[in-house]
């Protein structure tokens, strides 16, 4: 049951996306006064976003797969279990 609790908390910890940060920065950035164009800033910011929601979705992934082999462990170790009785 403890084992299981990290990974109940990790996809609440990657599922929500922190917009107001993002129009802050975008903010900050324009007002910087910085030699980068805001729009080459912007268009990366998009793409780490992009490869962020892969890799959030991958992650999931993960944790959904490695969730359904433990309780398939958990039922062969039931099975075992019933077996040597």
Request: avoid cysteine; charged fraction near 40%; charge should be negative.
């Amino acid at each position: 049951s403890t084992a299981n609790a990290p990974e109940d908390d990790a996809p609440n910890r990657y599922s929500r996306t922190d917009r107001t940060a993002y129009s802050r920065y975008s903010r900050d950035a324009n007002s910087s006064g910085s030699s980068i164009p805001s729009n080459t800033l912007e268009k990366r910011i998009e793409e780490l976003e992009r490869e962020l929601a892969k890799e959030r979705q991958e992650n999931a992934r993960l944790m959904k797969m490695t969730q359904d082999k433990e309780e398939l462990i958990g039922k062969l170790k039931e099975e075992i279990d019933l077996l040597n009785r």
